[in-house]
């Protein structure tokens, strides 16, 4: 079964360094996403993407935030100075469709040092 | 009031037994209802989706809705140790011209051997 892949599955950080964490969403699915999730709190929603362009963003997401899509298959979010509270689990999703359930990687732990 | 209410748990059962989970919304837009499986330091991992009141099935599980009291449930029949997790529920609508994915809190369960 086609599954969503996360690279790398932890990375570890200075404070203020740049970090760009890596998806490959399913293959015919055109909707992407990322969330956060804080150890031992909620699934939190970052950023949905859809057509090449941010379709919806949480307030999290600000301007140390940015997702591209540089080619057919990958995703990446990139958190330009990292801040000792961006320490978390990162999951990417997709869907085929808006209305279509979201499918998630394994994520990538991201320890902020 | 959140949005979407469900008990955190830990809710531990015996091995065998029947579980069931809940989750309750405010919304009444909301008008896809999604279960994920989420084990320790994995990604959610779908396991139900419906759009209507009633009953679905699929092998141990049911997902059960009721749009007029706007209450979701998962039934697990004969609970298995490596259904221990935490189970997260979903919904989703179209609002404000945004189509927004709202997640319960995650309840936290222990199937014991």
């Known amino acids: 079964e086609p599954e969503v892949t996360q690279t790398p599955s932890h990375q570890v950080t200075q404070m203020g360094q740049e970090v760009i964490l890596r998806c490959v969403p399913i293959s015919n699915h055109l909707y992407f996403y990322w969330y956060r999730q804080i150890l031992g709190q909620k699934v939190e929603f970052l950023v949905s993407f859809y057509n090449n362009e941010i379709s919806e963003k949480s307030e999290i997401f600000d301007d140390q935030f940015s997702v591209e899509r540089p080619d057919g298959s990958n995703f990446t979010l990139k958190i330009r100075s990292t801040k000792l509270e961006d320490s978390a689990m990162y999951f990417c999703?997709?869907?085929?469709?808006?209305?279509?359930?979201?499918?998630f990687g394994d994520g990538t732990r991201l320890s902020i040092l | 009031q959140k949005e979407v209410e469900q008990d955190p748990g830990p809710l531990s059962v015996p091995e065998g037994a029947i579980v069931s989970l809940n989750c309750t919304y405010s919304n009444s837009a909301f008008q896809y209802f999604m279960w994920y499986r989420q084990y320790s330091r994995k990604g959610p991992e779908l396991l139900m989706y419906?759009?209507s009141s009633g009953n679905k099935e699929d092998g141990r599980f049911t997902a059960q809705v009721d749009k007029s009291s706007k209450y979701i449930s998962l039934f697990i029949r004969d609970s298995q140790p490596s259904d221990s997790a935490t189970y997260l529920c979903?919904?989703?609508?179209?609002?404000?011209?945004?189509?927004?994915?709202?997640w319960g809190a995650g309840t936290k369960l222990i199937i014991k051997p």
């Open positions: 419906t759009y």
């Open positions: 999703a997709s869907s085929r469709e808006w209305d279509q359930p979201q499918h």
């Open positions: 979903a919904m989703s609508a179209l609002l404000d011209s945004n189509y927004q994915l709202i």
